[in-house]
């Protein structure tokens, strides 16, 4: 078992930025982002393994960051430039290696004005 708990989010203008952590109780292979707007299923954001290797969706790619730190079990997303479309409950997310169970955290709400 992991847990995992988010921080960050709230409400922003257009163009503006937020900043989101999600904090893993222990170590695990994939952290990522996923977010899920009303009405739409849940996307991927960005995920991010152990060893560094990062996915990022088209839709954010050049204005959202992810980072992750290792020793301190933590990712965070750096969001810039955002939209209204932006707007979702994003969750984080840990996978570890083979047969494993998906693993998400509560959500925390991004919302975006115009």
């Known amino acids: 078992q992991v847990q995992l708990v988010e921080s960050g989010g709230g409400l922003a203008q257009a163009g503006g930025s937020l900043r989101l952590s999600c904090q893993a109780s222990r170590m695990i292979y994939i952290l990522g982002w996923y977010r899920q707007a009303p009405g739409k299923q849940r996307e991927l954001v960005a995920r991010?393994?152990?060893?560094?290797?990062?996915n990022i969706a088209d839709s954010v790619e050049g204005r959202f960051t992810v980072s992750r730190h290792n020793g301190k079990n933590t990712l965070e997303l750096e969001m810039n430039s955002l939209k209204p479309e932006d707007t979702a409950v994003y969750y984080c997310?840990?996978?570890?290696?083979?047969?494993?169970?998906?693993?998400w955290g509560q959500g925390t709400q991004v919302t975006v004005s115009s």
């Open positions: 991010v393994t152990s060893g560094g290797t990062t």
């Open positions: 997310y840990g996978r570890d290696w083979g047969n494993s169970p998906n693993y």
